[in-house]
């Protein structure tokens, strides 16, 4: 709860009650996320509401504003002036460590029990693309860095095809000079969201070749994208979640082992050969007698 928006969420509550459709959806909506207004556009609030924006603004008129943007200044006048700020503040106190961990791991299961209801047709048609893409590129921005970094190292593991590209970069740059039609584009846009990506994902898409956006439950569409994959990733910090990301991740691995088996596993060999062969490894220094081992051995009393 917010201290003088009561009055504001109660009006906006009844109208989700008793107003016609779809005013009432978008009057439900606000009342149960009037925090956020604060932050979101129009589109965004239409987008969540899955009604139109001008839906979104007749709403707000109807509620007693001049429009949108009132509405948003009121609510603006509540809270601090960044939603970083806002959500930190708004997460309850935890009395000791333990429950600080308990509300993150109770978030973190709900968000893959969500998760576990992704249709199959879902999932096995991001394979699909996946299997039958000669490339596989995997771009984001900001915050969304180390997702995209995560996900392209992953599937590089198991596909030997993949990379990856920060919009604005020179990277980048040769992507979209590169990219065809049997190629894919997997871009990742979470909170908050880089417009970046999706002009990338678009002009990719431009090009002929498939793409897909994974976001969040409330994040961007793209009419341009092949496919949109939206994870459930509320959080108990200011930042999206990214367990479910990294589940179906894990999941994609999976399929792409079972579908292309001699493919994956060659690759794998490949990666593990060029790992041990290089010396980066505990093992393989052990293995090969790198720096040190030969001290390990006096200590221990081994034989060379």
């Given at each position: ?138 771009v984001a921005s900001l915050a969304s860095v ?159």
């Amino acid at each position: 709860m917010v201290e003088g928006l009561d009055a504001t969420r109660r009006r906006l509550a009844d109208m989700g009650q008793a107003g016609p459709e779809p005013t009432a959806r978008v009057a439900a909506w606000l009342a149960a996320h009037l925090p956020e207004v604060a932050w979101r556009t129009v589109a965004e609030v239409a987008r969540a509401a899955e009604v139109s924006p001008a839906t979104v603004v007749r709403t707000a008129q109807r509620a007693g504003y001049r429009g949108y943007p009132a509405l948003q200044a009121e609510v603006r006048a509540h809270l601090p002036s960044s939603e970083l700020v806002w959500k930190l503040r708004r997460a309850p106190a935890a009395a000791q460590p333990s429950g600080a961990l308990r509300r993150v791991v109770e978030q973190e299961k709900n968000n893959l029990d969500q998760l576990a209801l992704m249709p199959d047709d879902t999932l096995a048609a991001f394979v699909d693309m996946l299997a039958a893409a000669r490339r596989v590129y995997v771009v984001a921005s900001l915050a969304s860095v180390p997702l995209g970094e995560y996900v392209a190292l992953h599937l590089g593991l198991i596909l030997g095809n993949v990379r990856f590209a920060e919009p604005s970069t020179v990277d980048a740059l040769a992507m979209l000079a590169e990219v065809e039609a049997d190629d894919l584009v997997v871009g990742l846009s979470f909170p908050r969201y880089a417009r970046a990506t999706l002009e990338t994902i678009a002009a990719c898409a431009r090009k002929g070749c498939r793409t897909v956006v994974i976001t969040d439950r409330s994040g961007p569409g793209l009419p341009e994208a092949t496919m949109v994959l939206k994870l459930p990733a509320r959080s108990a910090t200011p930042f999206s979640s990214s367990v479910s990301l990294m589940a179906v991740t894990a999941a994609t691995e999976v399929l792409l082992h079972e579908r292309l088996v001699e493919r994956v596993e060659a690759n794998m060999a490949r990666v593990d050969r060029t790992w041990s062969e290089s010396g980066v490894l505990l093992s393989s220094r052990r293995r090969t007698g790198g720096p040190g081992a030969a001290r390990g051995r006096e200590r221990t009393g081994g034989t060379p």
